[in-house]
């Protein structure tokens, strides 16, 4: 951390013991302060009584949110001491208070900082639909309205971005495959012919018929997607992705099949699903992921997650959770789309917290850089190194 930053954190540090802080001052540093445990440079002896007493103070508010927690299962990453109690209160987010405290501090530098990833801009919503035939629509591109016609089906694009399936009454319709693709940098909302809500995130795809007919419902999912299933008794919807396939009737789930990540996960919100591997299958309950590891037998283990950051992609935000530099890089990685390049060994120090997916790259770089990573950008093409 630079002396400005530093100096910064100790003028706030000084305003919270005389009682003059802003509310915005204080939320910073109650959630900010087991970053201040693991850099030993921003305590002096001229601070630490002030330090000590903020500590003391937070301890009492954590301890209270603890108790909201006790009656329900909590699995704590293995920390100690303060981080164990921010961990637990789930007020650890450092990631997202970091950008608040560099972007307030140093505004020359941001400047600087972003002319630096000039090009490089967060994801949006973009996606190319490909038609049975071949032929193909960049759906960002596309007017509202029809866009086009196949057996027997309407394809439209809503005032609000969505495509949506509309069998013709008057002509018969066959069921045809269609595409939807994201690139890196890009996610899309598709409404199923069957009514089932589909949201893809970055370099992903789905593949469907136009129209849903026979016994099930069938789709392939490549990446992430996040489903919201249309209710259908009668015909089970399924979602074949690598190493597995889910099964649901009706239901509300996220699968991440990335081919890059060594864990294929399945992860259920509401009503319940069965995954079946090569090896066996399962049924999990809301709340629970089932998981399939690349380098296993297709054996399925389940486990309590944290649905809120599991899908915390579609509703914008990055959400890390015990997670390392390689881990967190991916998905920067896909929402930037940029390459991404290591260079010497990586710590094996893990981050937590979460930041907003509409951040400019500069402020997500400049929170892990607190951490002692460091970043250089070539065009898309960004080198990670790392510096105790």
Same mark, same amino acid.
């Given at each position: ?63 209270? &949110? ?14 100690? +001491? ?140 490549? +990446? ?69 590891? &690349? +380098? $296993?037998? $297709? ?50 120090? !893990? ?27 070539? +065009? ?7 510096? !105790?």
């Amino acid at each position: 951390m630079d002396e400005a930053n530093k100096q910064y954190f100790v003028q706030i540090l000084k305003r919270y013991r005389l009682g003059e802080a802003t509310q915005e001052e204080i939320k910073f540093l109650e959630s900010y302060y087991n970053l201040f445990d693991l850099n030993d440079a921003l305590i002096t002896d001229e601070n630490e009584a002030d330090y000590a007493h903020l500590k003391d103070a937070i301890k009492a508010t954590v301890d209270q &949110r603890i108790a909201q927690y006790e009656k329900k299962p909590v699995t704590l990453p293995s920390r100690s +001491g303060w981080i164990r109690y921010a961990v637990a209160a789930s007020i650890l987010l450092f990631i997202s208070v970091g950008a608040y405290f560099l972007i307030r501090s140093n505004h020359k530098a941001d400047n600087l900082t972003v002319n630096t990833y000039k090009g490089i801009v967060p994801g949006t919503n973009k996606a190319t639909l490909t038609l049975a035939n071949g032929a193909t629509i960049l759906l960002d591109d596309a007017n509202n309205g029809q866009i086009a016609k196949q057996a027997g089906v309407k394809i439209t694009k809503t005032a609000d971005g969505q495509i949506v399936y509309q069998a013709d009454t008057d002509a018969q319709q066959q069921a045809v495959q269609n595409t939807v693709t994201t690139p890196k940098g890009g996610q899309y909302k598709i409404i199923l012919p069957d009514g089932t809500n589909v949201w893809l995130n970055a370099a992903s795809s789905i593949t469907y018929p136009t129209v849903f007919k026979g016994a099930q419902r069938e789709v392939t999912l490549n +990446g992430e997607g996040y489903f919201e299933v249309a209710k259908n008794k009668a015909m089970p919807f399924r979602v074949k992705s690598t190493l597995q396939t889910v099964e649901v009737l009706g239901t509300h789930f996220n699968i991440n099949a990335y081919a890059d990540e060594a864990l294929v996960k399945t992860t259920l919100l509401e009503g319940s699903v069965k995954v079946i591997s090569a090896a066996n299958s399962t049924l999990i309950v809301p709340g629970e992921q089932a998981v399939i590891n &690349r +380098g $296993g037998n $297709g054996a399925i283990s389940r486990q309590q997650v944290n649905i809120d950051k599991e899908v915390a992609w579609k509703n914008g935000v990055f959400s890390f959770a015990d997670e390392d530099i390689r881990e967190v890089m991916r998905q920067i990685s896909r929402w930037y789309d940029i390459d991404v390049i290591y260079e010497g060994d990586m710590p094996n120090e !893990k981050f937590f917290g979460e930041i907003s997916r509409s951040s400019n790259l500069a402020d997500v770089f400049k929170i892990l850089e607190l951490n002692n990573m460091k970043f250089t950008a070539e +065009g898309k093409t960004v080198k990670v190194s790392y510096s !105790k």
